[in-house]
């Protein structure tokens, strides 16, 4: 596409008509899960336009109080936790909801609803203050309790495996809503102006080889001995460094033009800084529907059974050879 087209070529299918479209696809396809992305949708308009407007609205910074993660909480991530779950109670089709905000399951009282949501509401949200991008994660799964009884514990703790779909979006330099539901992995661009996603990033793979490690090199000396390796082979073949310290946004970029983002397990993170159920198996689903691989320095992302809710691990995601080439290291997995 060369000249003026490139500028008028007519803009993808509305993420409405997509989901419609690809109804017959989704497993159990009762338009329940369909209108379920929706929502979620529909509520990341609302936080896109309140990230664009945060320094002029006075909710940047901290509330002055830590998470259950003990983390310093920002005005966004409770304003972000909020509208989520407000959207996703009054949209009626999930029954509980695991958020990083918030210590237990949410029960929505849809106990008649089929799925169950986990969500990084807005992660990264200490980067919003320096206008750095940062992003939403979220998965659904099928309830494994009866339908007309209150979301439990079992319906929470499942395999990555066990997803129905996964996503994230992405609030950066354009806001992008990127996800899958086991048939591929496509990336949907908000034109606010018609306060609609359009279709702008269809079947997106990412390449099996990569030339960008994402990690914070700050943590170097605490890494296990393979990463320590790993990172130093990386530099003599001249690779790109390239770490935002926001998850989604390097993800997002590893996605698209191929590289490895990295977690290890640290001296102040032994299992990692990631949380399993709401970052790191929304992303692993993602990537290799992309045709990519996740590790947590042993074993496959999806693959590991969670033992509670907020549980973390070491991650290393992305190009399916960079990640396979750090679990060749010896010993990625603890710190010596
Ligand atoms: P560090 C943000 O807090 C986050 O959860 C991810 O978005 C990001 O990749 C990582 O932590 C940054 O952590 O320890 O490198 O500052």
């Given amino acids: 596409m ?8 007519p803009i993808g299918v509305a993420l409405d008509r997509f989901i419609s479209a690809k109804q017959e696809e989704f497993t159990y396809a009762t338009g329940e899960l369909s209108q379920l992305l929706r929502d979620i949708a529909l509520a990341s308009k609302i936080i896109n336009r309140e990230i664009n407007r945060a320094g002029l609205s006075g909710i940047e910074g901290s509330i002055g109080a830590d998470n259950i993660q003990g983390e310093r909480q920002q005005m966004l991530d409770v304003i972000a936790d909020y509208r989520f779950t407000r959207a996703l109670v009054r949209g009626g089709q999930t029954c509980g909801i695991v958020s990083e905000e918030n210590a237990e399951i949410i029960d929505t009282k ?20 320096v206008n750095v991008s940062v992003g939403t994660i979220f998965s659904i799964y099928r309830r494994k309790s009866p339908i007309g009884t209150p979301p439990t ?26 996800f899958t539901t086991g048939f591929g992995v496509n990336g949907f661009t908000y034109e606010p102006s018609l306060g609609e996603y359009f279709l702008s990033h269809p079947d997106m793979t990412i390449c099996e080889d990569g030339n960008i490690y994402s990690v914070n090199e700050g943590g170097y000396y605490s890494f296990p001995q393979g990463v320590q390796d790993y990172i130093d082979e990386c530099k003599k073949k001249k690779m790109r460094a390239r770490y935002i310290g926001s998850l989604v946004a390097d993800f997002h970029r590893n996605l698209l033009k191929g590289g490895i983002y990295m977690y290890p397990s640290t001296k102040e993170y032994k299992n990692g800084k990631l949380r399993l159920l709401y970052e790191c198996n929304s992303l692993a689903f993602i ?9 947590n320095g042993e074993k496959r992302i999806l693959e590991i059974e969670p033992e509670e809710k907020h549980q973390r691990t070491p991650l290393y995601i992305g190009s399916k050879n960079m990640v396979k080439e750090v679990l060749n290291r010896v010993n990625v997995t603890s710190i010596a």
């Fill in 110 to 129: 849809n106990h008649n609803a089929k799925y169950i949501i986990t969500i990084d509401p807005l992660d990264g949200s200490s980067n919003i203050d």
């Fill in 153 to 178: 514990l079992e319906d929470v703790l499942q395999k990555g495996t066990e997803q129905v779909a996964a996503g994230y979006i992405l609030y950066g330099s354009s806001t992008m809503l990127v």
């Fill in 287 to 295: 990537i290799e529907q992309a045709g990519g691989y996740a590790s």
């Fill in 2 to 9: 060369t000249g003026i087209e490139k500028f008028t070529s």
